[in-house]
């Protein structure tokens, strides 16, 4: 480029205006000469900047052009024109064109040529700043970004510089509870709660800061009203290497969540002591429920021992034994083994209990049980069933067996006892039923053995037996009465028949009473009869003492009793004479309490003076409990009943007792009437009964007279009364009644005439 008009015809301005091009050439930025606002001359700079092909292609156009619009070109000129007039430099940024449209920011720096002549031009040097512009323009956005970030995070940030506030933003302030600027050039102790934090905190950050860590801590701060504050705190420094440069911290508070914290911690250990008091109180719970388990436990232990054991000897008792019998018995039936059940019975316990009170008796059975235990073998069982009855179950043992035990038993029984000093002897009768000849179940095998050893007692006593077929065809028959007793009552099968009773005159002989002359009808005995469908009559003999085994005796006792004494007061309506009824009564009656009672109703009910009932006892409803009997005897005797003893003779009667009976009467037992003609011996006893009858002031009757011979022994001995088949067998009612009339129809005819 050459900007003056003509240099050749001086050298040494050729060579400067040749400098000058080399330098306008090279130069870094646009130079260009403009005159009347078109480029008459540029370098190649100028050209690159504004996109033409070459300073050449630029020269001739419109400086104009160059702007983004000709107002914008104006608006330059404008503001250039009175600075370049007064003959300075006009410098301005401004946005201009480049040739392919695209908008770009320079840096122009104008000068007029003659700043007395501007139609001389201008000279213009352009600088491309559009770069720098763009670069300036984000910094400043970032800038701005970060202000914003800076002024409204959530979060206090705070710069120090040798821990001196040099900024911090409002959320900062407002943590602490300072003013605007307040805290400005502070030193940061202000924040902390004593001295010593402060010192500690900067001891603790400074060496991560200084490797270039950030340092992050939870503190407890305070504010400017010096209340405390939970902070989360971060910071780093601005320059790890030149840690005077200052460090950032950013800082929240924490209070809600260190509260949270702390609140969590606090339930925490209130929930873990409430836990541990829970299961404590737990523990002594259970503790407690274990030891009432435990009691229970014992408690239930010593029920089932006492249930289970025999409180006296400490055998098995009868629950026990039958759980043990058919364990055996299932073994025995699977291994096809014999099995033997024995029933052992003292003979007269009662007596030893009776004449040496009950601790004796307790010893001597508590010795027995002891010496039978000691016998057996560990497979046996023995058991106490109660009272001097004991039930041996014997696995294993046949026939022989059976009898080499009972042997060495009855020896072991029989060998004296010691109790205080005393010594006793008793003896045994024991029965035995084997399995599976006799029975295949216990129920069974007892009753065999019971009845074996019931024969054992009729024998003799001081023995064993073997259930044998006989005792069978017996225990079979006395199931079947049991049976059939239970449904007689209701089905009528019952009925009485009545023996006449018979007054003997005193002088003997010829006395004018009754059809034969001899004796005078004064009374009945009411005869329980059973008509059983298959097995016809039934003896009472046989049915009565199993109505007492089964407890039936009670219902067929009382109806024996309504119907006796109805039967008197029909006799009474028919004209008979005013008799007396007499009516047997069991021991199991007699011991029942409501007897008087019952029978005081009974009386009432049917209108029957109490004095023409006579209740016959036998010797051991009497004597079996003395003491129960008398009072028994008062309440019938005060009701006015009469009272005898039947079969007197049989069983055990003491003396001194029988005065104390309010017996009016005894019945003396037809086996020692059976014989009297013959038997010496019978004689004696009847004639010593009556006497001592006499001489207690009881009257005697005999029973069973069947001849004359035994009747004028009775009358001469002064027997007061007698009943027989020599007088009359039972009668039904209305036989009995055609006997009465029958016997007093020729005395009345005597009397009428
Ligand atoms: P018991 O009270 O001694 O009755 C007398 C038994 O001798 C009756 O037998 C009677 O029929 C029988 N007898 C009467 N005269 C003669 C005679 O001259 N020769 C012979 N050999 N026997 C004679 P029975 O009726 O078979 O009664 C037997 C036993 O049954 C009674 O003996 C009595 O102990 C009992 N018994 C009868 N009825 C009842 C009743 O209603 N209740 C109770 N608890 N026992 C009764
Ligand atoms: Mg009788
Ligand atoms: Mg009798």
Redesign the pocket.
């Known amino acids: 480029m050459s900007l003056a008009p003509d240099p050749s015809d001086n050298p040494a301005l050729r060579q400067a205006l040749r400098e000058l091009d080399v330098i306008l050439a090279n130069a870094g930025v646009g130079v260009v000469f403009v005159k009347a606002r078109k480029l008459v001359r540029c370098n190649q700079r100028y050209a690159e900047i504004y996109g033409f092909a070459s300073p050449e292609a630029a020269v001739g156009r419109s400086s104009v052009e160059l702007y983004e619009s000709e107002d914008e070109a104006r608006s330059l000129g404008r503001r250039a024109y009175p600075v370049l007039a007064a003959g300075e430099t006009f410098r301005s940024e401004q946005l201009m064109l480049r040739q392919n449209g695209a908008r770009f920011w320079t840096q122009l720096t104008g000068r007029l040529i003659d700043p007395a002549d501007p139609s001389v031009g201008s000279i213009w040097i352009v600088e491309d700043i559009h770069e720098r512009k763009l670069a300036d323009a984000a910094l400043a956005d970032l800038h701005a970004e970060q202000q914003l970030i800076f002024d409204h995070a959530m979060v206090g940030i705070v710069f120090l510089r040798g821990r001196r506030v040099t900024r911090c933003n409002r959320a900062f302030e407002q943590l602490f509870g300072y003013g605007p600027g307040e805290l400005d050039g502070q030193l940061s102790r202000v924040w902390y709660l004593s001295e010593a934090d402060w010192k500690a905190a900067g001891d603790l950050c400074y060496e991560p800061l200084s490797r270039g860590d950030s340092f992050h801590a939870e503190m407890l701060l305070g504010r400017k009203d010096g209340t405390p504050v939970w902070c989360e705190v971060r910071s780093k420094a601005i320059d790890r290497s030149d840690l005077s440069r200052g460090s950032i911290w950013i800082t929240q508070d924490i209070t809600a969540r260190k509260q949270a914290e702390q609140d969590l911690v606090r339930s925490k250990a209130q929930l873990e002591a409430l836990v541990a008091q829970r299961t404590e109180q737990l523990s002594q719970t259970v503790a407690a429920l274990e030891l009432k388990v435990a009691e229970q436990q014992a408690a239930e232990a010593r029920a089932e021992r006492l249930a289970l054991f025999d409180a006296l000897t400490g055998l098995p008792n009868r629950h026990l034994l039958a759980d043990r019998a058919s364990q055996a018995l299932d073994i025995a039936r699977r291994s096809d083994e014999p099995l033997a059940v024995l029933f052992l019975d003292l003979d007269h316990f009662k007596n030893v209990n009776d004449s040496l009170g009950h601790r004796v008796g307790d010893s001597l059975l508590t010795q027995l049980a002891a010496r039978l235990r000691g016998a057996v073998r560990e497979q046996d069982t023995v058991a106490r069933m109660g009272g001097d009855e004991f039930v041996l179950v014997l696995p294993l043992t046949d026939v022989a067996g059976a009898a080499h035990l009972a042997t060495k038993l009855m020896a072991l029984a029989s060998a004296p006892f010691h109790v205080d000093q005393q010594e006793l002897t008793v003896t045994p009768s024991m029965g035995i039923a084997m399995f599976p000849t006799d029975g295949g179940d216990f129920e069974t095998l007892c009753k065999c053995a019971d009845a074996a050893m019931f024969r054992a007692k009729k024998d003799g006593r001081n023995a064993y037996r073997f259930f044998t077929s006989e005792m069978q065809a017996q225990s079979a028959r006395a199931l079947q009465l049991e049976n059939g007793l239970r449904r007689a009552l209701e089905r009528g099968q019952l009925s009485?028949?009545y023996?006449p009773q018979f007054a003997l005159d005193a002088h003997g002989g010829d006395t004018p009473y009754g059809g034969d002359g001899k004796a005078r009808i004064v009374g009945a005995?009411?005869?329980?009869?059973w008509h059983h469908p298959e097995l016809g009559w039934v003896?009472?003999?046989e049915f009565?003492p199993i109505?007492?085994a089964s407890g039936l005796?009670l219902p067929?006792?009382e109806w024996?009793l309504r119907e006796?004494l109805s039967q008197l007061r029909r006799w009474d309506r028919a004209g008979l004479p005013q008799l007396a009824m007499?009516?047997?009564?069991?021991a199991v009656?007699f011991r029942h309490d409501d007897l008087p009672a019952l029978v005081g109703r009974l009386l009432d009910e049917l209108g029957v003076q109490a004095h023409r009932l006579e209740l016959?006892l036998?010797e051991g409803a009497a004597m079996d409990n003395p003491a129960a009997a008398i009072a028994v005897m008062n309440a019938l005797h005060a009701r006015g009943v009469q009272l005898s003893i039947?079969?007197f003779g049989t069983g055990h009667s003491s003396l001194s007792y029988l005065k104390r009976f309010r017996v009016g009467k005894l019945?003396i037992?037809?086996s020692f009437?059976?014989d009297l003609t013959e038997d010496a011996e019978d004689r004696a006893i009847v004639d010593a009964v009556i006497r001592m009858a006499g001489a207690l002031g009881l009257q005697t009757l005999a029973?069973?007279?069947?001849t004359e011979g035994q009747l004028a022994f009775l009358r001469r001995q002064g027997c007061q009364a007698v009943?027989?088949?020599?007088f009359?067998?039972?009668l039904p009612a209305e036989a009995f009644a055609e006997f009465v009339l029958d016997r007093i129809a020729p005395l009345s005819a005597f009397a009428l005439t």
Not at 703 to 706: A, I, L, N, Q, Y
Not at 723 to 726: E, M, P, R, S, T
């Open positions: 009485l028949h023996q005995e009411a005869l329980l009869r003896s009472p003999a009565i109505a007492e005796i067929i006792g024996v006796a007499a009516v047997n009564l069991s009656q016959e036998t039947d079969d019945k037992d037809q009437v059976r029973e069973g007279v069947e009943q027989g088949y020599l009359s067998r039972p």
